[in-house]
């Protein structure tokens, strides 16, 4: 399967921004859907994620109450949507698909990644 991501730019403190990641090639519905986020010279981190079904998602810490991750499987898309954003959301922010087991928050267990949206959030 092949993914987008789409929707990253920049924005004040305390802004929105909603990304999108569109899958092709193969059964979206299959895919758990994954979000993560990777600062300059850091560690790739874990944001949010969801089940296939759409009926379980997980979040990271630091966004929890702030982002909301959904997915729409007729459109094979995933959505984040990120509330009241703060200078440390500043990323790539990568889309990944897995099938299989599933370990929401372990970037390892990912089958597939897009190519990241860039998001800066400015003060």
């Known amino acids: 399967v092949q993914l987008q991501a789409s929707g990253g730019g920049l924005v004040q403190v305390g802004e929105s921004l909603r990304l999108s990641c569109s899958a092709s090639?193969?059964?979206?519905?299959?895919?758990?859907m994954g979000w993560f986020r990777q600062a300059p010279g850091k560690e790739r981190d874990f944001v949010a994620a969801i089940r296939r079904s759409g009926g379980s998602v997980y979040y990271g810490d630091s966004v929890k109450g702030r982002f909301t991750i959904s997915r729409d499987n007729a459109k094979n898309t995933v959505y984040l949507q990120m509330n009241n954003l703060k200078p440390e959301d500043t990323a790539v922010y990568y889309c990944?698909?897995?099938?299989?087991?599933?370990?929401?928050?372990?970037?390892?267990?990912?089958?597939?990644w897009g190519q990241g949206t860039l998001v800066t959030v400015s003060s």
């Open positions: 990944a698909a897995e099938v299989g087991i599933w370990y929401p928050s372990n970037s390892n267990e990912y089958d597939y």
């Open positions: 090639g193969g059964t979206f519905s299959r895919y758990n």
